[in-house]
């Protein structure tokens, strides 16, 4: 679902002007079939050029691992978003500094007055390896976020410092998982990344039923300056991952031409094999 | 790169000669030396160089810094050297440095490791050489010194067996008459002994004392490089005593024989002319060399023109989008335009694609060949037993290049014939010896020859000697006067050395293998050459000794073909005695032996004919007075400092007229084992041979037939003698002529003009049929001049043989010359003498036969063997192989590069022209260096199409390298045109999957790191399969590499990827956890699947069609072996088929005996009934096909039909 809102008719279109702080918008939309399972909640961008050679290398492992010295002394790659008013950035450089910031907020309209809100989970969106390995808050144990990231300031575009981020412990600072999903960029201009995942609550009823449902943006990133643009994707995912078109036409397509090749060369070697048997080599 | 070569001098070492360190004199170039004995002082004024030789380059110090400055003058280390540099620039810098500077610093440590290492042991050396002792008189007193320490004028003593120090001037010696004996073999590698001679006056110098108030004064010329030569003069007591080559003592020679003697040096270290004599010899390149450099800068434009592009569309797109999209990422300080901008990505492309032109590829091409080299180093059938000498590949760069002989120029002594000398015939005062006759009075056959005549009445007889005509013995014994006086001078007049260990057991040292039979001969027949000193031949004549005093020995070279030696018998009579060439000599004689002079020369065309070498000998009494004046002249013109040569020439000429006839000589020259096989068989293979000889025609001619480069299916032989230009053109038209009227006849009915116009290609293409041309050295000169040479090369070329006899050294190279010149084809030289050594350093390849002639070819030449029949093998096998693999290793090794470099291009498109790569750095790094090169290695080292029986059973699987099929600027095209189709797939498959997919537990996939890890996998996977259907021949390394790389690359890529390694560097080791998150994705496997199958698919079809469809002939050898395994029936049928060539061959052979002289000599009639008596013993089925040949073929040949009805 689209929510850029560039088209005019579009609830979010008057969002695009900058005047409107904070700007939330409701978008309608419909669910023909019922989902199953788990259901993942993504936000897509499109134009967004997060393989940038300029962009991939703005950051800093070493602060974003929690190394005291680089988190105050950040490395040089994160210019011009290495430091702030004399103060590094934690964290530092153009990729935590262009960190999605929409807040999407998904409501089943069960009745017209009383719709339900889908309880969207937070955790789990990340690598394993991301969460546990790479990225690591600042050392300091029991020492509040806040105190660790002292004498460190916020990037410049964030509305709240790094610490800020989340109220619970394990998911705050740089182990935030939606930090850790933005930080992990993307290989192609248009991708999207997971924002919420929606747990299957019991058997009997499906994730999401059939239905009208709202979503609730509180529209936060612009886009709009260089053509880009914002979508909410809703999927479900079987062993090989989420709806992937591609692979199958591409899997049916080579194999019906491996098939055909197989064929035309079976026909092509009956018929000359005779002739480059009898066809020696007569020098 | 060159590598390290075992040479035989310890010294003259070709790779080092511009090192040492040459001392100029300070008046610039020296123009005369001055060398005053026992006086240092005033020799050192002229600062000649010292005795220290230095063929190292570096020392500690100097290693580095000189080791690389050599090193980056390699146009390759320099470009990378640029782009490390490039890479440092931030701003530009798209890959971090260790990406270059990983290669680079492996390929210059190689590098520098060999040459430290070749550099060590020419320290060693130079040190042993050097610091060998030497005795030098020194006020008076020998003091033992150490070479580098001996000085320009010292005195030195040598003793036997010493090696000498510096050139010398012989002084005296223990032996009489300042005698010494010497041997070369270093130097230009002549094993026999030659004499040097201290000029009379100085040989009395023979103790200490004396020596030490020796104050003569040698002017001569500057230090030069000529073996053979030296002129000086000795001041000394106000007298002037010339000096030649025969007073000197060469450095690097060996004192044998001789216990001691005494040299002043006159040139030391650096000047003495084994150094000079050590130059760098040119280094030759191979096509493909050519081929790869010029698309190596191909490439490199493509490269230039991909950054253009990218640069153009990353200005756009920061105009366009970047300028926009700055709210997320501004753009550097440093950049203020979407120009600058574009310009500075156009840098960081250059950087990230130049693994287009990949720094391992020079340094895996001198891999495989050396690898080649050593295959035919340890080519045990290229192992001669006899003379246990293994084939030698002395340069390494040229392997591939035999793969592509077109031209093989071949002398023929010593290389088609073995150099070994047998007295075979002689004819005597008009009367011939020497052929066997049984009792009808037909020629007897070899086989059924009686005993050979019995020597026993001569006690030093050589047992080895066999001949087989009793009559000259008679003769001999009857006394007869002609007879007796034509050994004498085969007894007398050579320069043969003798040496008796044991009274009786005499052993000759020969300059050359025919004065050694000859001399051999006289011996068995009564007139023992006993010994010799500078001043006496002592000889046994029928058991008496007589001792001649030799007058004056007027040497053989090549201008004058002949010598004379002039001596006074014990009568006191003087007598010149001269054998040489036939042409040269019977131009000399007196009139009134016209007869004689007839007979004779009816002798020498029927010796010519049956193949022999042939000396025409003569004798002039002298008169006592006109000796006396002559002599007188002799020395004068040999003490004239200028133009001397000449002047003894003419000197000489004039003495040699006006002689008397004695007879001739014939001497058998025997083929070498298995030179016809080899030449059909080479000739099969579309090579063409021209035999380059200095032998006459009639010799050459029919050496020609025995080894079937003639045979008598060709159509015609032309023969070009003309003495004038006129007539050389004549000859050449009218033989063109005659192959364009039966070529007209054909069906190619355009006109001679035309064909003018059109010249090279079109006549060669028009010709039908076999023709042969035999040109003269007369002739030859006249064909090479510049007007005439497209001509004689065009009628030459379109023969199947060529012949060239009479030929000097010069000419040899200025064939080659003209051959390389104008065709674009690789040449082949192979020779074994020193005339040869011309020829074999022009031509692309240059083979020496290390035989009879000493090693100086072999010095001189890029393979050595022992055998010309290994020349077969050396190219249908050895060449074709090293031929094929280098072209598939570069077919594969462009693609490798393109499929790996190009995806950065269409990625380029999608990360708004950034430079963004989309490889892990480390793989970048590692991909040319450790993933890829091992494979390509091992297939570039041991594939083969075909087993080697096969390609010498079918030698046209050799025209391929020929033509340069394998690898050309369309094959080039090819594999890149591959390489860019399948970084196409290798980007768009996995961006198709990519850009919706995500992964199994719902997370993102489609980020950089995980798309870096998937592209890298499916193409490494993608290119192992590729090598995998590449390689037609597997062996274990093979295997091993292409699992291994395999196995390495997941190795690394989970080792890079682990915790530990991030852990450590976390900036470094960004893709931490990706591996494993990845490649644990079904999804991710599916597209690498998928990736792989659509880029091998169409190869695989591809080469499927065409096996089956165009199949070539390598192609379908391997299709019948397949079908050998599996029938044994039908394995005996293909054999005959393949066999037809040899059966052929086999009646080609045994045609030869006869029938050579019937072609080109038609005048001798008694010839062709001999030859036809020679038929009457060979089975019928044959002879009657020969004769049926034979009536065909003397339609179209003048020469023969004449013979034609006397045979009937």
């Not at chain 2, 026993?456 to 009857?478: C, G, I, Q, R, Y």
């Amino acid at each position: 679902i689209d929510y850029t809102g560039t088209d005019p008719s579009s609830p979010c279109n008057k969002c695009l002007s900058p005047n409107e702080t904070p700007c939330v918008c409701t978008i309608n939309f419909t669910l023909e079939q019922s989902f199953e399972g788990n259901v993942f909640m993504y936000y897509g961008l499109s134009n967004f050029y997060q393989n940038h050679r300029r962009y991939v290398k703005s950051r800093d492992d070493s602060q974003l691992n929690g190394d005291p010295s680089a988190l105050l002394n950040p490395s040089k790659e994160c210019e011009p978003y290495r430091r702030n008013e004399d103060k590094p950035i934690a964290p530092c450089g153009a990729i935590a500094n262009s960190m999605f910031n929409d807040t999407l907020e998904l409501f089943l309209v069960g009745n017209e007055s009383d719709p339900t809100p889908i309880i969207l989970k937070k955790k789990g969106i990340a690598w394993w390896t991301d969460k546990n390995v790479k990225f690591r808050n600042p050392p300091g144990g029991d020492i509040p976020l806040e105190e660790r990231f002292k004498g460190t300031t916020k990037p410049v575009n964030w509305v709240k410092p790094v610490y800020m981020l989340d109220s619970d412990q394990d998911n705050n600072g740089f182990i935030n998982e939606d930090f850790i999903v933005w930080m992990r960029t993307a290989a192609l201009p248009t991708f999207r990344k997971l924002y919420r995942l929606i747990e299957r609550t019991n058997d009997l009823h499906p994730t999401l039923p059939a239905g009208r449902y709202y979503l609730n943006i509180t529209y936060n990133y612009p886009v709009h300056s260089f053509d880009g643009r914002k979508r909410m994707i809703l999927s479900t995912i079987s062993w090989m991952g989420g709806k992937n078109p591609f692979l199958g036409i591409a899997y049916i397509a080579i194999g019906s031409i491996s098939f055909l090749l197989g064929v035309v060369l079976l026909v092509i070697n009956h018929k000359y094999r005779n002739s480059s048997n009898t066809a020696d080599i007569t020098i | 790169m060159t590598v390290p070569k075992e040479m035989p001098e310890k010294w003259a070492r070709a790779g080092a000669p511009h090192s040492w360190s040459r001392k100029k004199p300070s008046w610039g170039t020296e123009e005369e030396r001055r060398a005053r004995a026992n006086d240092r002082e005033y020799n050192e004024k002229f600062q000649y160089a010292s005795n220290c030789i230095k063929t190292s380059k570096y020392n500690i110090l100097t290693f580095l810094p000189v080791n690389l400055f050599e090193q980056f003058q390699e146009v390759a280390n320099t470009y990378f050297l640029f782009l490390l540099i490039l890479q440092l620039i931030p701003q530009i810098s798209s890959l971090s440095w260790f990406t270059t500077i990983v290669p680079l610093v492996l390929v210059l440590t190689i590098t520098a490791v060999k040459d430290a290492t070749d550099d060590y042991f020419r320290h060693k050396s130079d040190n042993q050489v050097n610091n060998r002792q030497s005795q030098v008189l020194i006020n008076g007193v020998l003091q033992q010194e150490q070479w580098m320490n001996v000085c320009v004028g010292d005195i030195i003593k040598l003793e036997n067996n010493q090696f000498v120090a510096a050139d010398l001037l012989l002084l005296s010696s223990s032996e009489p008459h300042g005698l010494c004996y010497i041997e070369t073999a270093e130097l230009d590698g002549e094993t026999n002994m030659k004499v040097r001679q201290a000029i009379p006056v100085t040989s009395e110098l023979g103790d200490i004392s004396k020596l030490a108030k020796f104050d003569g004064e040698v002017i001569c010329e500057p230090p030069n490089n000529k073996l053979d030569k030296f002129s000086g003069t000795l001041y000394w007591k106000e007298n002037k005593f010339p000096l030649s080559n025969q007073n000197m003592l060469l450095r690097g020679c060996v004192l044998r024989n001789t216990e001691w003697c005494f040299g002043l040096v006159i040139f030391a270290g650096p000047d003495t002319k084994l150094m000079q004599n050590s130059g760098r010899t040119k280094f030759k390149r191979t096509s493909i060399d050519r081929l790869m450099n010029t698309l190596v800068l191909w490439i490199f434009g493509f490269l230039v023109c991909m950054g253009v592009i990218l640069a153009i569309g990353n200005a756009i797109w920061e105009h366009e989008v970047g300028t926009r999209f700055q709210v997320y990422l501004p753009w550097d300080e440093a950049v203020d335009s979407a120009f600058f901008s574009g310009f500075l990505s156009f840098w960081s492309y250059i950087i990230i694609l130049n693994t287009v032109v990949p720094i391992s590829l020079y340094v895996s091409v001198e891999v495989i060949r050396l690898g080649h080299s050593y295959f035919i180093n340890w080519d045990k059938k290229m192992f001669c037993m006899k003379k246990r000498t293994p084939a030698e590949a002395r340069t390494t760069t040229l392997n591939e290049e035999l793969g592509q002989v077109e031209y093989i120029f071949s002398d023929k002594t010593g290389t088609l014939t073995q150099n070994i000398m047998v007295f075979n015939k002689c004819s005597i005062h008009g009367r011939s010896y020497g052929d066997v006759f049984d009792v009808l009075g037909h020629k007897a056959e070899l086989g059924e020859r009686p005993e050979p005549i019995d020597f026993s009445f001569n006690p030093l007889a050589d047992k080895k000697f066999l001949f087989w005509d009793p009559t000259l013995l008679e003769a001999v014994k009857m006394g007869d006067r002609h007879t007796h006086e034509f050994f004498r001078l085969l007894s007398l007049c050579h320069t043969v050395m003798s040496e008796e260990k044991n009274e009786g057991e005499l052993y000759y040292k020969a300059q050359s293998p025919d004065e050694g039979a000859l001399v051999t001969a006289a011996r068995n027949f009564g007139f023992v050459f006993r010994s010799r000193t500078p001043k006496t031949i002592t000889v046994h004549e029928l058991g008496t000794a007589i001792t001649y005093q030799l007058l004056a020995i007027l040497d053989f070279n090549n201008i004058r073909k002949r010598m004379s030696v002039i001596v006074r018998n014990p009568e006191g009579k003087i007598r010149l005695y001269c054998k040489g060439a036939d042409t040269i000599l019977l131009e000399r004689l007196h009139h009134s032996t016209q007869e004689l002079l007839n007979t004779t020369t009816d002798h020498l065309n029927e010796y010519a004919g049956e193949g022999l070498r042939t000396l025409v000998l003569a004798y002039k009494d002298l008169d006592e007075e006109y000796y006396e004046e002559w002599a007188e002249r002799r020395l004068q013109a040999s003490l004239a400092q200028d133009s001397r040569e000449d002047r003894l020439a003419s000197v000489y000429e004039e003495v040699e007229s006006d002689m008397v006839l004695l007879g001739a000589t014939a001497i058998e020259d025997k083929l070498q084992q298995g030179v016809p096989e080899t030449i059909a068989l080479l000739t099969l293979a579309n090579i063409k041979i021209w035999v380059l000889t200095g032998d006459k025609q009639e010799t050459a001619v029919n050496i020609g037939y025995s080894c079937k480069m003639l045979t008598d299916d060709m159509t015609e032989v032309f023969i070009v003698t003309g003495h004038t230009v006129l007539e050389v053109r004549e000859e050449l038209r009218k033989a063109r002529e005659k192959m364009m009227d039966s070529s007209r006849t054909v069906g190619n009915g355009f006109t001679y003009q035309e064909k003018l116009s059109s010249k090279l290609a079109s006549v060669l293409e028009a010709v039908a049929g076999e023709y042969a041309l035999v040109i003269n050295g007369h002739s030859l000169a006249h064909a090479l001049e510049a007007d005439m040479e497209l001509e004689f090369l065009e009628t030459a070329c379109a023969c199947k043989a060529v012949i060239c006899c009479r030929v000097t050294p010069l000419q040899k190279a200025q064939v080659v010359e003209l051959v390389k010149k104008y065709k674009k084809a690789v040449t082949l030289a192979i020779g074994d003498g020193a005339n040869d050594v011309s020829m074999i350093k022009t031509a692309h390849i240059g083979v020496g036969i290390s035989g009879q002639e000493g090693i100086q070819a072999v010095l001189a030449s890029d393979y050595s063997f022992s055998q010309f029949k290994f020349l077969q093998r050396l190219l249908l096998v050895h060449g074709r192989w090293s031929y094929l693999r280098m072209c598939k290793f570069l077919c594969y090794f462009f693609y490798k590069n393109f499929a790996f470099t190009m995806v950065h291009f269409w990625f380029g498109f999608f990360c708004g022209f950034s430079a963004q790569t989309v490889y892990d750095q480390y793989f970048i790094t590692l991909y040319n260096i450790v993933y890829t090169s091992l494979p390509v290695l091992a297939m570039g080292v041991f594939d083969q199409d075909v087993p080697e029986q096969r390609s010498m059973e079918y030698p046209k699987l050799y025209e391929p390298g020929q033509l340069n099929l394998l690898f050309n600027k369309r094959e080039f095209f090819i594999c890149i045109a591959q390489g860019i189709y399948t970084s196409v797939l290798m980007f768009f498959i996995p961006y198709g999957v990519f850009a919706e997919a995500t992964r199994d537990d719902g997370t993102q996939l489609a980020d950089y790191q995980s798309f870096a890890v998937t592209v890298a996998t499916s193409l490494v996977i993608v290119v192992s399969v590729q090598i995998g259907l590449d390689t037609g021949y597997w062996t274990a390394i093979n295997h091993f590499f292409i699992w291994g790389s395999l196995a390495v690359y997941f190795a690394i890529l989970f080792a890079m990827h682990s915790n530990g390694l991030f852990d450590m560097f976390p900036n470094q080791f960004r893709f931490v956890g990706n591996a494993q998150n990845t490649l644990a994705q079904p999804t991710v496997w599916l597209t690498i699947v998928l990736t792989t199958v659509v880029c091998i698919m169409p190869v695989v079809a591809f080469r499927f069609l065409r096996l089956h469809l165009k199949p070539d002939l390598s192609d379908t050898v391997r299709y019948t072996q397949l079908v050998r395994k599996k029938q044994k029936a039908q394995h005996r049928c293909m054999r005959r088929v393949g066999r037809t060539g040899s059966r052929r061959s086999g009646y080609a052979f045994s045609h030869q005996e006869g029938f050579g002289e019937l072609i080109m000599s038609g005048k001798n009639m008694r010839v062709s009934s001999l030859a036809l008596s020679s038929f009457t013993t060979r089975s019928s089925s044959s002879w009657i096909e020969s004769l049926r040949r034979k009536k065909s073929d003397s339609a179209s040949s003048p020469s023969g039909g004449a013979d034609k009805p006397l045979k009937g």
